[in-house]
DNA sequence: ATCCGTTATATTTTGTCAAATATAACGATG
DNA sequence: CATCGTTATATTTGACAAAATATAACGGAT
């Protein structure tokens, strides 16, 4: 099977760059903390540390408003963390962001592939 | 004056990320290289060694088919350097790629804009 | 033949960031 | 009240990238 050309992944930083920025990496972070309920499955997920993931989960919380991310600890399962509606939010927003610009800039990233070496 | 509310900046790598991969950093370096015609003159003005930008550009001639940069030295002026029609290409496309994105994602940017602290 | 500003390259040093490690706090459940 | 899996936090270690430093090569101009 020929495999596809490869897709631009867009990315989006805000509202600055640098390692406190809103970005790729703590999008995907997000994805995997709705789907598990846990920062630490979502941090073994990713393969990242724990620590890692609780750092970025930290600094998202400071950077908005509101907290993405609300986590509870102890209980009978030990705790756990889910995205609250304003974590819904950016991540819906910020999905729908790098959709957008994928399909603005499709046609100049494949003019662009057949430039490259390989 | 009220200051206009910040201006997103699609950090488009391809075609993957990582350091070896072209950025903004390089396209910058790019556009200072063509209004300068020297890749010391360019490093300085983006504050950055030489040492650092003719790396930049070793790696950008070496991604692409053709390369980007062409460089002479020696002569009365020392030397110098300047875009070839392939860096000239690269750096239009990839500048109109960055507007796009921008164009398209500005709701979005704007709305995710209001949730953030500060 | 010497000078000069630039390109080109290697080597060393430094600083920063990620990883690893360790430990504490929590609280429903049994 | 002991247990358990998770969140929360500090500290140390290590890897890697950026910076600094040094030096060579080039070739037209004087």
Redesign the pocket.
Known sequence: MPRSAPELQPRLRFPHAG?DAFGPGKAELLRHIAATG????AAAELG?????A?TL??AMNALFREPLVA???????????ALTPAGEKVLGLYTRMEASCRAATRADWNALLRLLRG
């Open positions: 390692p846990s920062i630490a499955e990242m540390s724990y620590n890692r609780w989960v930290r986590s509870a600890r102890g209980g009978g399962t030990g705790g756990g963390a």
